[in-house]
Each structure stands twice: as C-alpha cells, then as structure tokens.
C-alpha cells in the first residue's frame, strides 16, 4: 500500500544561503510530500527543525549547483509495513525528474531530517542516511554506500527503491537533494580497494596498482584488479572428453594475466559447454554472467592462488568458499593433470591434481 503526501504552499518568500568558493553541494530542501515543483523559492509557514508539528508541501527550497535555473520534481512514496505492534508507514522510494543535462557527471545525495534535528535519519539498511545517486549522462546509478537501494533509470529522471527502509514517515519533516562532484566506485568506475564489490556483483581478491595484461581480456594491457564471484560453482571434472589428451602451451599458463586464454584455449579443446552433456569446469565459470558481464574465466594457477591468498588473510574468511575444499585453476600441467589448491591453506599450489577429478572451481574476471 503505497501513500503520496500533497499540498499546496501558502505564501513565497525567499531566504539567502551562503555558497562556498567552490559552489557545490548545494541543496534542496523539501518537506514530505508528492511531486514537489523545485524552484528557487518554495512557500513555507513553518520553520525547519522547530518543535511545531510537520505541515506537508511546506518548506525552503534552492536548485541544485548543477541545474541553474532549471525546476526539478521530487516525488517521495511511503509504504504501509506490517509488524508485530501495528506496523507504520516507511518512506521506502523517490522519483527525481526534469534533470537537465548540467547535471551529468554528478553525484545526487538525498537525505531526510526530523524537525528538531541537523543531522539526517537513516533511511535503509538500519544506519544510511545518505542514498547517492550517479548521473553518468543521463544514466543514473547508484552511487557509493548506497548497497541495499536499487534504481530505474528513465529519461532525465530515476526512482530508487529502499531495499530495508527504516524511516517512518511521521518522523520526516523534510528532505535535502545535494549535488556534488562524483565520488568515484569500484562498482562504476573500476577505481577499487581489496575486499570491494566490483562491477560484476564478485569481490575484488587482487589489486596492481601497475598494470597487467589478461590475455584475450577486454581490460587487454591496462588490467589493475581481479574479481571473483561470490557464489562459487558445484564441483566439475577440468576436461571430460579430452582427459588424456594434452592441450600444450596455449593452456599452460601459470602467472597472473593468463587464466582467460587458458580458458579459451581449454573450451577450443572440449566443445560448447552445456550443464547436463559437456559439463567441464572451464566452460561453466566462462557461462556464469554476473553483472551482466560476459568477461568471466576460470583463474590461472597464480590467479587462484592470490584468491586464497586474499581469503585466507581475512579475519572472518567467506564461507561462501568453504573450508578445506579444493580449487581447480585453468592452467594445465600434462597430458592427464592440472594445477590446483586447497582454499583457507598455507601451502602452495599443486600439479598433481587429475583432469577427471571432480573439483570446485570459481569464476573470475578482469578490470
């Protein structure tokens, strides 16, 4: 059940604000409602962050740094959540529209306040004041710290979508949408750190701040990071039609910047992959399309071993992966063996590992 607040300002007056040198982030100040016209005055006969009760459609409002004189509309929702005690109604989504194109590039903030209080409510996921919004030309994204929201992109406008939203809408009495130069994202912009979620929805296991080439990889020469998938992929024999028969070199690399073209070299050998007849490991990590991305592959012996590297340095190591289970890596060692590890060990890398052993494997990708 959803709930849209309206109503009608009773008289204008503007209020100056002071703008820094560097004029961003300024913001819009709105008051829970449905479909706000945003200009550069907007009524108001009640005072922000007063201790008289929340009136809707009231309040002050500027335009954002990046959309001049240009009127933007928000639109906040609230939904009904049932709970033990009675439930309440939450704010759990907003429409931004009329967005013109000054506004690409930048990060929109949105954030929501009481009526006695400077600091922002959280608004999902128990304690996120702040939902961040990319404008990468007229796409929007979400932004950084932002996991949990979803959002529709459409033109010159976007809806997110609280995923967990915590605030009640009686305790909002007013929203502010900021505008602020981009705040660079793994996810977004492939500018990541150990441990982020990269663009593909994997972890980020390896980072180079020199660049390395994968071999066949669309990052090609200027590759800087692995990621892995999350969800790891049910065990499956290295080759199942090919277990003796050697591919040679163009499968056998070992080093970081291989794992890709051992995996087209090895897919080349054993045919189109498929789950129920030619069911081989390769060509199961290439299928997987997280993210949307097709660039998957299985990791080279290096490749793995800087995954168990990462996973085994964690305090709290991701049982995603499980303890003492063994890994496969694409790169071959004979006619009948390959290279392989167990996850969580100290050890070393191992080549006696049978191409008909039916071992995990993990798909990886480059960025």
């Avoid at 992109?153 to 981009?182: C, D, E, M």
């Avoid at 690399?253 to 045919?271: E, H, L, M, V, W």
Wanted: glycine residues 12%; hydrophobic residues 35%; aromatic residues 10%.
């Amino acid at each position: 059940m959803e709930k849209y607040y309206c109503d009608d300002p009773d008289d204008l007056y503007e209020q100056p604000r002071k703008r820094s040198l560097l004029g961003i982030l300024t913001s819009i100040v709105l008051i829970a409602g449905g479909a706000f016209f945003v200009q550069t005055t907007l009524a108001a006969n009640v005072t922000i962050n007063s201790n008289q009760s929340k009136e809707f459609g009231q309040g002050i409002a500027q335009t954002p740094a990046c959309s001049g004189n240009t009127s933007l509309t928000l639109t906040p929702v609230s939904t009904f959540v049932n709970a033990s005690g009675g439930g309440g109604y939450y704010f759990n989504s907003a429409t931004v529209s009329g967005i013109p194109d000054t506004c690409f590039g930048v990060d929109f903030t949105i954030n929501a306040f009481g009526s006695t209080s400077n600091s922002p409510l959280a608004l999902f996921n128990s304690t996120s004041t702040s939902a961040v919004i990319y404008n990468s030309s007229g796409t929007f994204l979400v932004g950084a710290g932002s996991a949990g929201m979803s959002i529709s992109s459409s033109t010159r406008s976007f809806t997110i979508s609280f995923t967990s939203p915590v605030a009640l809408t009686a305790n909002i009495a007013k929203f502010t949408i900021q505008s602020g130069p981009h705040s660079p994202t793994c996810a977004i912009d492939a500018v990541c750190a150990l441990g982020d979620i990269g663009p593909g929805g994997g972890t980020i296991f390896y980072v180079s701040q020199t660049a390395f080439t994968e071999t066949g990889a669309p990052c090609a020469s200027s590759c800087h990071y692995l990621e892995g998938r999350v969800a790891v992929g049910p065990s499956a024999q290295w080759s199942i039609n090919y277990a003796t028969t050697q591919i040679g070199a163009a499968a056998q690399g070992t080093s970081i910047g291989t794992g890709y073209a051992n995996t087209t070299a090895i897919i080349t050998q054993n045919g189109a992959y498929n789950a129920v007849t030619n069911n081989y490991a390769a060509g199961a990590a290439k299928s997987y399309t997280g993210g949307g991305k097709t660039d998957w592959f299985m990791p080279s012996k290096m490749e793995l071993a800087e995954l168990v590297t990462y996973e085994s340095g964690l305090s709290v190591p991701d049982p995603t992966y499980g303890p003492s289970v063994f890994y496969n890596s694409s790169s071959e060692f004979d006619a009948t063996h390959v290279w392989g590890e167990l996850m969580y060990s100290t050890g070393y890398p191992v080549s006696g590992v049978g191409k008909t052993d039916n071992n995990h494997f993990i798909s990886v990708r480059a960025l």
